[in-house]
């Protein structure tokens, strides 16, 4: 067992030693050595040997170069039982001045250790010296004759358009053999351009030359960023094509694997011209304020989340833009909103659709308005404009405005911090001017005597009269009590009368004498009075506890007033008087024994 | 005879004195609003409160002082004295717009309060909701006196107590929300920027810097510090020195 577990890390050991010993390269090139101003140069870099991880390369001095990374690209090959990969590293460079540059040396760690590439001299020419050098296409004859097995061209769908239109881009792939494996497509280099990716259309086969091609196409669709000439640079596509050549070439006794397995196969690399576009810049009238740069053909929808919100509580507006154009370049839509409101974008999504290879979709806006103050508002309608291409001007397309009612109060600045309101209200610019009349002074009602008698005499006034109306009703309920009461005041008053009435007969001085002494006895003693004899009266005040010196004194009295009113007797004026004196006595006497 | 001659001499004396007085108070109210608009704000503000110093409390007083104030670059003062003028003359479309204007000078958002149900407290003073509630009051009482003793069931009267009734709860309650709303005392942060501590002293944490023309509630009285309540619900201490009471 430990035998084999030796054995085994020798071995891993081995290995381990060849992968550490096995040579890397890393070297680098360019397309080419001379440009002019305008054109641009790929700088390749290659690392090959057996190497699993690769990180990117570091450039240095680079120059007076603009610097492009434009891929990278892998190959891993098994020959003779070591494994293989090329990697290569392209980077597009544009030349900022004429002269003669050194470009390099590049940097790549690997394994601990700094690989390195010598540096390259190249040489910038003003823009138009350089002669044009591309590549012909393939006349109909060189195809007849089956020189050029495989090609590729490339095309735009039109040479001439505006910023940020599309163009689209296309590279072909003809082929009249068998390929070994599948051909590696590297794109064109695009600066100056936005680049979408287009769905491959599936492989057919077209007649060139007599010839039967199977075509394979990609496609890209291009937005030019700035005006001017533009330049898309060549495509590569590298193929191994069948070569019977080699069959009968080789040596039929090498143990080369990589050979053996690639017998009959050659490598070709193919490269498209570079294309030049005219791209026009936007016309500048009729250019609307708040047009952001959208170029295609565009439809807006807006809607508002609602039409009554609170201080501080957003109000959304999702604004919907859907069309044909590069839609992920697409800004928000500029909006003013009232001074008293804060407004910033929310959300966006986007959703890009490439029906009949162009670039279209749609994209959301959720721009969110908070109130800083209620009161009604009208926020403006939400306005997007774009350039179309196909009709040359401009499209204003707009919302419909919001009238919106914000309530609650002022909010307050989070932290008293020296925020700073800069928006002042729009309805009132300065003070309103002064009162010109002094004006009274108000008195403090609040805890005056006049407010403490207002309190109190409603209530003293209640209680009085819930006292005086209950008295009153049991006046009213107690038949005794209430002629004994009343008995006093019409005595009183009969006394007044019989008083005046001194010029009388005598006959009708005393009956009303006698009248009002017994009206007096029933209602003093609640009886009826009249017609109750002498001894009835004497027995009635001997009951009531009635002195004998008054009863005596009133039943004299009753009969006096018989005598005068039924014997003819005259008194006179002084006996009158007397009697009516007795009679004040009586009652008085009565009265105080109460 | 000589007695009531003598009263009715003193009484004209007194008289005199204070219709002379009120005299020379409108004069001097009047000459600072010259003053004030021949752009001499610090003058007309001086003659205001001199006229205050003499104990003159009118909401036209208050109001032009706060206005004078203002254009003196003093914010604070100048809320202070509309919410002067507004306590006293509650409603008054010019004090409100004042208001809201100067407000929007203060560094401080938002930190003016108003009574619970302004629309309807702000139309009297609490003493003027108190005169009519306790008249309505009084009313009420004396037709059910007259109820009670000459126990009329007349249609008249039953629905005068129904009436006075009503129109006494809605008074009442125009009064307690006004009186509840004033009972707690009212400042403003007159500093251009003071400390709201923790505590009623220095050393005590700052808990945040309230500016100019700040309003709160005061909770609480010390010897040098007020107990407030700021807008935002924060309890602090503030200087005396650097607010004042409305």
Redesign the interface.
């Known amino acids: 067992m430990k035998k084999a577990f030796f054995l085994s890390l020798a071995v891993f050991l081995f290995f381990l030693a060849a992968a550490v010993a096995q040579d890397v390269n890393f070297t680098a090139a360019v397309d080419k050595d001379k440009l002019e101003m305008g054109d641009q140069l790929t700088l390749s870099l290659v690392v090959s040997g057996n190497v699993q991880r690769i990180g990117d390369p570091k450039l240095k001095n680079i120059g007076d170069f603009a610097v492009y990374a434009s891929g990278r690209s892998q190959n891993i090959t098994f020959s003779n039982g070591v494994v293989t990969s090329t990697t290569q590293f392209n980077y597009v460079l544009v030349p900022k001045k004429v002269g003669t540059f050194s470009i390099g040396p590049a940097e790549l760690q690997i394994g601990g250790k700094t690989l390195t590439t010598a540096s390259i001299m190249v040489t910038v020419l003003p823009s138009g010296s350089v002669p044009k050098t591309t590549a012909p296409p393939p006349t109909e004859t060189e195809v007849r004759e089956g020189l050029k097995s495989v090609f590729v061209s490339a095309s735009v769908d039109r040479s001439k358009v505006f910023v940020s239109e599309q163009v689209t881009y296309t590279m072909k792939f003809y082929q009249a053999v068998n390929l070994f494996d599948n051909p590696e497509y590297t794109p064109p280099s695009v600066v100056g351009f936005w680049k979408e990716d287009l769905p491959q259309p599936p492989s057919h086969f077209e007649m060139v030359g007599g010839r039967r091609y199977r075509v394979s196409e990609a496609k890209i669709a291009l937005f030019p960023t700035a005006a001017g000439s533009q330049t898309i640079g060549e495509a590569t596509v590298k193929c191994k094509i069948e070569d019977f050549e080699s069959y009968f070439n080789r040596d039929p006794f090498s143990l080369d694997l990589d050979q053996f397995f690639n017998r009959g196969a050659r490598e070709r690399v193919l490269r498209t011209s570079p294309l030049n576009l005219e791209v026009l810049p936007l016309p500048e009238n009729n250019q609307p304020d708040d047009f952001t740069g959208a170029v295609g053909k565009y439809q807006m929808r807006v809607d508002w989340n609602k039409k009554t919100t609170e201080v501080n509580q957003p109000v959304t507006a999702k604004v919907t833009i859907w069309g044909t154009g590069n839609v992920k370049s697409l800004a928000e839509p500029k909006i003013t909103a009232p001074p008293n409101f804060r407004t910033f974008l929310s959300a966006s999504s986007e959703r890009v659709t490439r029906e009949g290879n162009k670039i279209g979709g749609g994209k959301i806006f959720e721009i969110s308005f908070v109130p800083r103050e209620p009161g009604s508002f009208e926020l403006p309608a939400v306005a997007f404009s774009y350039f179309d291409p196909a009709n040359r001007k401009y499209v204003k397309l707009k919302g419909a405005p919001l009238n919106l009612t914000v309530t609650g109060t002022r909010e307050l600045a989070g932290g008293y911090s020296g925020v700073t309101q800069k928006e002042l209200s729009v309805r009132q610019s300065d003070l309103r001017y002064l009162k010109k009349e002094l004006g009274g002074e108000s008195v403090n009602f609040v805890g005056s005597p006049g407010f403490w008698l207002l309190q109190g005499l409603p209530l003293i006034l209640l209680g009085a009269t819930v006292v005086l109306r209950r008295v009153r009703d049991k006046e009213e309920s107690d038949v005794s009590y209430f002629r004994s009461k009343r008995a006093s005041k019409m005595v009183k008053k009969g006394l007044k009368e019989i008083f005046a009435a001194s010029s009388l007969p005598a006959v009708e001085y005393f009956s009303r004498l006698q009248k009002m002494l017994l009206d007096y006895l029933g209602d003093r003693y609640n009886v009826a009075a009249w017609g109750m004899t002498k001894n009835e009266i004497a027995a009635l005040l001997e009951a009531n506890t009635v002195g004998e010196e008054i009863k005596s004194s009133l039943l004299e009295l009753l009969d006096l007033t018989d005598r005068a009113r039924f014997s003819g007797w005259q008194p006179t004026r002084v006996e009158r008087n007397q009697a009516l004196a007795q009679a004040e006595e009586v009652i008085r006497t009565l009265e105080g024994s109460r | 005879m000589k007695k009531l001659f003598c009263f009715f001499l003193i009484l004209s004396f007194l008289f005199a004195i204070s219709w002379g007085k009120e005299n020379a108070?409108?004069k001097t109210?009047r000459e600072a609003?010259r003053l004030?608009d021949g752009q001499n704000y610090n003058g007309a503000a001086q003659l205001y409160e001199k006229?205050m110093e003499e104990g003159?409390?009118?909401?036209?007083?208050y109001?032009?002082l706060a206005?004078a104030y203002?254009?003196s670059k003093e914010t604070g003062k100048s809320i202070l004295y509309l919410l002067r003028a507004r306590k006293?003359s509650p409603g008054d479309e010019?004090v409100e717009?004042?208001l809201?204007?100067?407000?929007?000078?203060?560094?401080?958002?938002?930190?003016?309060?108003?009574p619970p149900l302004a629309f309807f407290t702000d139309q009297l003073?609490?003493?003027?909701w108190?005169?009519w509630a306790?008249?309505l009051?009084?009313l009420?009482?004396?037709l059910?006196?007259g109820r009670?003793?000459f126990?009329s069931r007349t249609l008249l009267i039953r629905s005068g107590i129904w009436l006075a009734g009503i129109l006494f709860l809605f008074l009442a309650c125009g009064f307690y929300l006004r009186?509840s709303w004033e009972k707690v005392p009212q400042g403003v942060i007159l500093a251009r920027e003071a400390a709201?501590k923790s505590g009623p002293r220095d050393d005590f944490v700052t808990q945040?810097?309230?500016?100019e023309g700040?309003t709160f509630q005061i909770l609480e009285e010390r010897e040098d510090y007020y107990e407030v309540l700021?807008?935002?619900g924060v309890k602090g201490w503030v200087k005396k020195e650097e607010a004042a009471e409305v």
């Open positions: 108070a409108v109210f609003n004030y006229l003159v409390r009118t909401p036209a007083l109001y032009n206005s203002f254009k006293l010019d717009g004042n809201r204007f100067v407000s929007q000078f203060t560094l401080d958002k938002g930190n003016l309060t108003s003073t609490l003493g003027q108190a005169f306790s008249i009051y009084f009420l009482i004396g059910i006196c009670i003793w126990k009186w709201v945040l810097l309230g500016h700040l700021l807008p935002n």
